[in-house]
Nanobody, 126 residues
């Protein structure tokens, strides 16, 4: 059973930056597309960003475009989310997820993902 483990969350002031990491437990995930989602209290889980298995294609939600950057290092079996210019609306639990690269559907379709991490809390103070 493949596992994903997120890290890098924490408390940051508005305008600050954080870098989230997602470590994969098995090389199998190297051929998976990866996504980042987040869920704020009382809200549904929402798509943040996605990257294809080779790292050649990335996509972002409108709310984070221009502020967040997704990347991956397959040699390290890791995916990252660099978050800049954070604001209080970015406060949420952030999850990384993996899906078979042969699956169809947009990166934002949470039901297409096969594996999920346990989440890491990001809190942005004003």
């Amino acid at each position: 059973q493949a596992q994903l483990v997120e890290s890098g969350g924490g408390l940051v002031q508005a305008g600050g930056s954080l870098r989230l990491s997602c470590a994969a437990s098995t090389p199998t995930l190297l051929t998976y597309d990866m996504g980042w989602f987040r869920q704020a209290p009382g809200k549904e889980r929402e798509f943040v960003s996605g990257i294809n298995w080779r790292g050649a294609t990335t996509t972002y939600s409108d709310s984070v475009k221009g502020r967040f950057t997704i990347s991956r290092d397959n040699a390290k079996k890791a995916v990252y989310l660099q978050m800049n210019s954070l604001n209080t609306e970015d406060t949420a639990v952030y999850y990384c997820a993996a899906r078979d690269r042969y699956k169809s559907g947009t990166y934002g379709a949470a039901l297409t993902y096969d594996y999920w991490g346990q989440g890491t809390q990001v809190t942005v103070s004003s």
